[in-house]
């Protein structure tokens, strides 16, 4: 299974991107897809997750601003963020379970003060 991030780029404060990852086959096979971020020197972090029933879990400092969603017909997952702070410069990855996780490539998003 291939996972193919896009979307990021360079966005000033309060401004919004929309992240989408592609995957190789179907995603209904998943148990679960979400996006993580990891920013130079930390950790990398869950931002977003989607079960296969739609469930989302969102990380507290992106409730209200960031919204996952995906679309099973392209075997797509999206990542809507808006109102988007210089906190949330990071490269974004995307991750799909099944029995094992799958790691996409990432896409470095920039928000600038």
């Known amino acids: 299974v291939q996972l193919q991030a896009s979307g990021g780029g360079l966005v000033q404060a309060g401004g919004s991107l929309r992240l989408s990852c592609v995957a190789s086959?179907?995603?209904?096979?998943?148990?679960?897809m979400g996006w993580y971020r990891q920013a130079p020197g930390n950790k990398r972090e869950l931002v977003a997750e989607?079960?296969?029933?739609?469930?989302?879990n969102y990380a507290e400092s992106v409730k209200g601003r960031f919204t996952i969603s995906r679309d099973n017909a392209k075997n797509t997952i999206f990542l809507q963020m808006n109102s988007l702070k210089p906190e949330d410069t990071a490269v974004y990855y995307c991750?799909?379970?099944?029995?094992?996780?799958?790691w996409g490539t990432g896409t470095q998003v920039t928000v600038s003060s």
């Open positions: 991750n799909a379970y099944a029995y094992r996780a799958y």
């Open positions: 086959g179907s995603i209904l096979s998943f148990d679960d």
């Open positions: 989607i079960t296969s029933g739609g469930v989302t």
